[in-house]
Nanobody, 124 residues
């Protein structure tokens, strides 16, 4: 059974930083992070392939950095300059194979495995 276990969420003031980590029981081609803010749909935050190719949603570019450790099967998300609109439950995701189009990376249904989520709250 595949397990994804997130850690590192919490409460931080606007402008602060947090680092999320996810331990995965397996080595997957594509790993990443989604989030669901209050009253919002799930949205992709960032993804990283086994080869290190990354994707970021526009609103986090320049502030968030995704990384992975293939030997440890972990994926991290360094979040800097946090803003109240980053408040959400953050989910670690994984997928076994590549996706056919850039648009497909943004669809939550294309990720086979999900963690339980970790809350990130940014106060103004």
């Amino acid at each position: 059974q595949v397990r994804l276990v997130e850690s590192g969420g919490g409460l931080v003031q606007a402008g602060g930083s947090l680092r999320l980590s996810c331990a995965v029981s397996g080595n997957f081609y594509l790993m990443g992070w989604f989030r669901r803010g209050p009253g919002k749909e799930r949205e992709v935050v960032a993804t990283i392939s086994r080869g290190g190719k990354t994707l970021y949603r526009d609103s986090v570019k320049g502030r968030f950095t995704i990384s992975r450790d293939g030997a440890k099967n972990t994926v991290d998300l360094q979040m800097n300059t946090l803003a109240p609109e980053d408040t959400a439950v953050y989910y670690c995701v994984a997928r076994s194979t590549t996706l056919a189009s850039l648009r497909a990376y943004y669809a939550a249904g294309n990720y086979q495995h999900w963690g339980q989520g970790t809350q990130v709250t940014v106060s103004s």
